[in-house]
């Protein structure tokens, strides 16, 4: 599903996923989670970034996760393989990043206006809100999306890390909310491939 | 140390009430939110002593009962982001 | 939660548990971006351990303290960025004139002032060699992954003990906080190394000594030695001198332990050297942008190597005038606006062409620009 | 007494700057919205004032202030202020810092310019924790208390800023807090009329960090905290110590009238002719 | 209490170091007499004692005494004791300061410990004056006394260390002068028994400079103006502001038992098992 | 006391009434030999003249309160050395930031740190540039008489003014307190440069406006403008940015107007070098041994010129390039291990061999020790 | 505080005459100057409440009325170079 | 009487006195004083150096002048012409560093071991303190001395800066002790030039 870089010819299937949205949205905490699903749990080499302004809270924030085969040399993102903005200001920002058969994957409620009609447009602070009772819980709810959406990571290995990184208490609701993140991506995709199928 | 006590008097947590018994302006737009400045913190909606304004759904404030405002100032003088004027005073 | 001793770390907890594996006892710190977490790891690590961590009213107390805890027997560290290593300066120097094994780790930030605190920088690399008043002889060790800062950690608190020497540890912003695996080894395969005790008698114990090694023996506090040390210029008892043939003597003894040593003090890494009459040059987190972009050119048939000095200081001259032999151009990248690259031009041959390729943005040079510049220039 | 609500934006450099940066909440805007209504009060115009801080997130006040600003270095504040006050003696000169940029790394500077008792008024943004480098404890940071670098509950005994202030020989010391807007914008107009060094102790909240760390609530649950906690001085004098245990202690705290620095050389320049420019200088040092 | 004379000759680095620097009188030479019978009163091993010092007259002290010594760099003295105490804290921990060294330059450090409450026992030999470089004027020189950078006479106003000390935290202060020779060193032991930060002040004659400058005479001059104008804080009590006047008090000022900084952090090392080494690394981060 | 306005100063003398005749109306420093005097002469002149003297409680009190003074709107000044000058290196690094013009004076003494205060030394040579975190561009000045030293500081007050640029000025201990004849000039005789004022009207007032120059006005306090000034990296209102091409274009405002005038900032001074091969190059006291010991060796025949850095940095790289053209032998005769030779092994062609002419044990190095180098390595 | 005033009885000052009163030893060498280490500051010479000292002509002390002397300990509590010894105590 | 230094040939009349002693014994004011008396009264060229211990008192001191009348590039003494020595160390220091013919001043009183029975020795605290009544000008004393055996200085000179350097109230004594170091030095100028007569 995911094209591998055309640009650098060295790398070995590394792929650029940006996590972005606004300070608090715990974005960084969603890159940690998906790069030690992936790193540790499925072998592969990551590296993952982020970048903030010195208000820590608030600003813009951004988490971004290299995955290959090989070695990461350059560790930041060059050209977005996955853009996940759950701002309108993050989508605006980092769409021109995304590769040209990039996946981009919004927050339906906060990204009203979308760059392109190929986006996954997902309500994930409503559904974490309301599913979840809790927008605490957004940035897992995507990450559940996401693992379906992309297939880049085992939502299994994703909820093992979740469950060792996430304070105390707050187990089953991260869990619960990482399970409606991978269904409502499931059913986009299912989704999508049929609309895909009818308009070819 | 006499000015001291007299702070105490202007004090909004002592005396907001009695004031606010003396006048009752009636303008349906005592208190208005600059909403572009304004981030929800919830400050003015809690310490409003005449529960003047309602959280959106977002948190914003709304001035939902705007002819129980007495223009006691709490409301403004706490607002950290100097969201808040009235158009009173 | 990890398989094998795998970890996903950040490049400020490699550093933090490489300081640990290292025998660190000891961390005196200030907060500041983007180096607090090594402190906010060792305020945890440390008293679990035995160690002790304390979080000094300001970096000049920071320093202070670290070297008054390595004098007393500990091994002993501090972590900062641009503004408080700024401020280390006068005690740092104090350090090396009473040669205080201790490690001092710079996470670089985007300067001068307070600059950028939360974006990368490598402009303290001068700094890190002249920054403290007088002739002294820092060692400067750098990393280029998290697996590197550890076992740079590492390195860095076993120099620091092997020369009796302070040693600076240069990371950086995004590799401080950037996350990627390291694999811990066991304890016990790390090589761990510790001061030279004294072995004299205590009447006769000169905690300067002259050795033929230009290295004197540490005793700690109440381990039965008494002695003096000064940042006065002084004695082998430690005691201040006035007379000149002392005063060169002590520092003939600075400079030449290291630089008697420069061969096992000073290391870099070399890729594609052979072939290449083009070398690009870069420490630290800009080295591997230019390993990247080393592997793009040559893609493109450019005959490209890299020369990664992993030791700053001393600079590996033997080795880079060796790598520049036969090239015709250096490509000296790094996130300033022009610093390794005078040490480029004081080594390179005359036919070599020196070219920059310097970002101090605050970002992160990519090897788009690394590969045009070699495009360009070449 | 300004409580009107428009007085602040004309000190406000709110075209250019708005919304600031600071957490929704945070206490430093209610402060900085006090000390702007203190000098509507006095009517003090924007270009004589000069506004110094250090870095923290207090140190970005002046940012939004239509002063003379100066954010500097963290710590240092009030040494750069003395030489603004110094040199030109006529601006009215505030320095703006926090718990951990006052106390800790600025501790030297607070205490010679206490002594020195220079003209600037010194607000004292107390939220008990190192905001801007994400929580570690402050000199502030009460014993016990939690912060990134207290894992285990803070071993350090805090300072008491008043007590400090005096020991090392301040004019004037007030404390208030964000609770209380109005009565700290009476203290810091006080303190802007003491000639000498004053400082104004506003307690303020940081939920962010202080408060998630400590289980201290949201903004407006510490905001209250400061409600209940809060004892007039003249009422803490009849209290005894364990009545007193958590309080803080509001109002001004203490007062001197020793001479001013910046007056006195002024007065040493005239004694020695010196506001006529000479012709030229006399030059002789001898040294045995 | 030891008054023999020979009881210093034990600590003292004779064969090696004496005559020492300090000009003829110099009152640091009793100062350093009194400590070392204190040390001796107490009967402290050599071994067991670590003694820092800064840049100054005051600083050489370190040179002289055949304990774990460090001269240290300007004003920073009592950090590195910090990291001394803390690392080694079975070691009795003593820091020498002057009054540039100490309150100047070093005032951070000063109004720190004591806040920290860190077991170091400071000794403050104030002279009223920069010696070492040549007689400028210091933190503790009165307003109007000369000095070489105040030809004109001292604007500023001196600190009172007592009250600093005090306002910091610190757990113990007295003070007394070289004249004193006697309760100068019953106060040091006091100190030195005292767990805390610790304070002795010893008023110091520098009739080089100060003297000089302000024309008070030779040293025998000075010590005597120290019996003259002594006043033991028992009798201070009972006198008015304008009767201690020119005085300074002598005896413990101030005593407090807050709980002791470096045993703190042994208590928490026992508390998190620490006595053991641990076998590997644990290892987790987060931050969100 | 003096016929026709030549008196007899010591070096430190000659600075402070230089600094006077140069308009400097503050001064805030705190006493550290060998540079008190600076301090001593200006508390007694400076309230005479209506002028302002400080002494801090420290050297980051003083160098903060001299800032503070300049962008309020005087002529400030500091002066210290070694171990002081460590000390203010953070906020030396603001003031190039905030491009405050301000003087500081290092009278040298032998470090590292403590090290040597009443000996001479050299070794700041480097710190002066590279002291401080980041990025930044000093322009440091030398002298090497007592003569010199009051045109010196004319000179670095008048640079700082002019670039809104933080000067350094470099003198040392023998130079500070030795006594020599000059003649204090007419006023009218003194070139004095103030900084560019704004003229635009308030609301347009850009503190960090980018000019053809990079030099951008500067308003005092209380004249009429109010602007923001900040440590962090800022925009041309002076408000912290994060912006890549706007901390770009801060940075390369910051080099420029410093690069850009290298032929009106750096100056050198040569003697005998149009038929030598052999270049002597020194600065400050030790260009006057070697001004001695060039005319001992070339009275013995050797072919020996002179090359005099007035200004250390930016280096005058053009003129000693020039300098070396034909040259086959460099002598680099400095007070410290080997500090200025860097930039002479960056500069010299290959064929020219390098040789230190180094003494750093507290002494002078005398004109025989240069000529015996010349002699050796002919 | 009880301590405190103890130590003010011990005080050279106000005591030691009385002591001195007491007790004569009668060693004509009761004190010795070390010479090389004194600087000839006068401390000892005017603060010896029993003038056993007369100064040299360069100002060094000379133990001129050895059995004045009651060791007291005023002489060298106060000498700033340890030059002073008793043979005595 | 003076030999003009041999050792470098590019210096004018280059001359090298230095005044040693100890700390506290006024040779840094003897040295400005000369050197101002010269420099500004006497048109040469001077340069006059000191050096010193860290304690500042106490320790060792010397002051150097350097007199001639070219351009002065080294400032610090290479060879001593003259050598004024207060104390028996500084006597036994620098007397190595004086010339072949260079010419040996100390104080007599100080000064027990003389390194050449070639010096004039004269006792110039002895002569302050009986003299003048204070030892406090013995470096008055000495200067008057050595412009009357060298002929380097002339003492109308001296005064005239002596009088204008020294402390109000002291000028008489300065003055005196000024005059008895000449009158003294003269005397033992004539004494020597007899001995010489007497020996050759
Ligand atoms: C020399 C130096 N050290 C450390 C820092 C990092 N730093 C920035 S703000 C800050 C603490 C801020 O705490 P406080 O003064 O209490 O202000 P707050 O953010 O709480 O308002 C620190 C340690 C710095 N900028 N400079
Ligand atoms: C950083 C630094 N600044 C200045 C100095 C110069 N200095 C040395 S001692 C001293 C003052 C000493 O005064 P004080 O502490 O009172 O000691 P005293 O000599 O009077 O005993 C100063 C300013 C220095 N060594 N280091
Ligand atoms: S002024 Fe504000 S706080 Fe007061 S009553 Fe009106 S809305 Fe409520
Ligand atoms: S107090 Fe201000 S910022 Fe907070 S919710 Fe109300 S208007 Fe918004
Ligand atoms: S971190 Fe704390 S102090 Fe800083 S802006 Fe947020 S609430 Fe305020
Ligand atoms: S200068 Fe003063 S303090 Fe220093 S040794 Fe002499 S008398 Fe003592
Ligand atoms: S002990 Fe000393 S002071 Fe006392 S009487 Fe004897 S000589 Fe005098
Ligand atoms: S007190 Fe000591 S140094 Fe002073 S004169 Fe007496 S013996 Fe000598
Ligand atoms: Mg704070
Ligand atoms: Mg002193």
Known sequence: MIKKSKKDSTDSNRIEIRLSGSGGQGLIFAGVLLAESVGIYEGKNVAQTQSYGPEARGGASRSDVVIADGPIYYPKSMSLDILIALTQQACDEYYPALKEYGVLIVDSGLVRQLPTDNAYAIPFTHIARTEVGTPVVTNVVALGALAAITGIVNVKNLEKVLLSRAPKGTEEKNKLALSEGYKIGKELLKQRETELVERF | MAEENQIQKVEPAEDGEEKAKKEKPKNPNPIVIFRRWCKACGICINLCPKDVFDADEDGYPVVARPFECTQCSICWLHCPDFAIKSTEK | ?378 | MAVASTVVYEYLRGKKKFPHVWCPGCGIGIIMGALLRAMADLEIKKGDVAMISGIGCTGRMPVYCDFHTLHTTHGRAIAFATGIKLSKPDLKVVAIVGDGDGLAIGGNHFIHAARRNIDITTILVNNKIYGMTGGQYSPTTPTGKFATTAPYGNLEHPFDAYLLAKGAGANFFARSSVYHATQLQVLIKKALLKKGFSVVEAMSNCHTLYGRLNKEGSAVQMINWFKDHAVNVNIAKKKTPEELEDKFITGVLWEDNRPEYSEQYEALIDRLGGRKKEEKPEAEVVKQ
Chains 1, 8 share one sequence.
């Open chain 3, 1 to 378: 939660m990890s398989e094998n001793n795998v970890r996903l770390f950040q490049g400020n907890e490699a550093c933090s548990f490489g300081a640990l594996a290292a025998g660190v006892n000891f961390f005196g710190g200030y907060p500041i971006t983007p180096s607090t977490e090594i402190a906010e790891i060792l305020a945890r690590e440390l008293p679990k351990r035995g160690g002790h961590f304390i979080q000094m009213e300001d970096e000049i107390g920071s320093i202070a303290a670290v070297i008054g805890a390595s004098v007393a027997g500990a091994k002993a560290m501090t972590a900062t960025s641009g503004p408080g290593f700024s401020l280390m300066q006068e005690n740092l120097g104090y350090a090396f004139m009473i040669e205080a094994p201790c490690v001092v780790v710079n996470v670089q930030r985007g300067g001068p002032s307070t600059g950028l605190p939360t974006k990368v920088a490598q402009a303290d690399t001068m700094q890190a060699k002249w920054g403290s008043h007088g002739d002294y002889n820092p060692i400067v060790l750098t990393a280029s992954s998290v697996e590197d800062a550890y076992y740079k950690t590492i390195r860095a608190v076993n120099l620091s003990e092997k020369y009796r020497n302070p040693v600076i540890l240069l990371l950086d912003e995004v590799l401080g906080h950037m996350r990627e695996k390291i694999h811990i080894p066991e304890e016990d395969e790390i090589k761990i190394v510790n001061r030279l005790k004294p072995t004299v008698p205590p009447e006769w114990y000169q905690p300067f000594e002259i050795t033929p090694t230009h290295i004197s023996p540490m005793a700690g506090y109440g381990e039965g030695y008494r002695f003096h040390m000064t940042g006065l210029t002084h004695d082998p008892w430690g005691f201040p001198t006035a007379k000149s043939s002392e005063i060169k003597e002590k520092m003939d003894k600075l400079m030449l332990k290291i630089s008697q040593n420069v061969d096992d003090i000073s290391t870099y890494k070399e890729e594609f050297i052979e072939d290449s009459h083009i070398i690009v040059i870069a420490y630290g987190i800009t080295a591997r942008v230019a390993q990247q972009a080393v592997r793009i050119a040559r893609h493109k048939r450019f005959k490209v190597g890299l020369f990664q000095p992993e030791t700053l200081w001393p600079f590996p001259d033997k080795g880079l005038k060796k790598a520049l032999e036969n090239a015709n151009l250096a490509i000296v990248a790094e996130l300033n606006q022009g610093q390794m690259i005078r040490e480029v031009q004081r080594l390179a041959p005359k036919k070599t062409k020196i070219v920059g390729a310097f970002r101090y943005d605050g970002e992160l040079i990519t090897p788009d620009e690394i590969v045009n510049k070699i495009k360009e220039a070449n």
